[in-house]
């Protein structure tokens, strides 16, 4: 059986984010692992219009169109409790 591939990503690309740290703490922990191959994936390298706001919607309105326009489409998807 081939060795599984697991990817580490850091999902946030604000300011002053302090996913890398532990991103990169856990990358280091995975790589040490020969039974398995770790790549780590910024998505700081995939620009993506709407993660470049400041806060999260809960805290502060969007500004950015694509974001205001996803919002309302994703909360439409969310499963009555």
């Known amino acids: 059986m081939d060795n599984p591939n697991i990817a580490v990503i850091m999902s946030t690309t604000r ?44 805290w502060v309105p969007s500004r950015n169109e694509v974001a205001v326009r996803w919002q309302p489409a994703i909360a439409a998807a969310k499963p009555d409790r």
């Open 15 to 58: 300011a002053g984010r302090f996913a890398d740290r532990p991103a990169k703490w856990i990358y280091d922990l995975a790589v040490a692992r020969a039974d398995m191959t770790v790549e780590l994936i910024d998505l700081r390298d995939y620009p993506m219009p709407f993660f470049d706001e400041p806060a999260s919607n809960a």
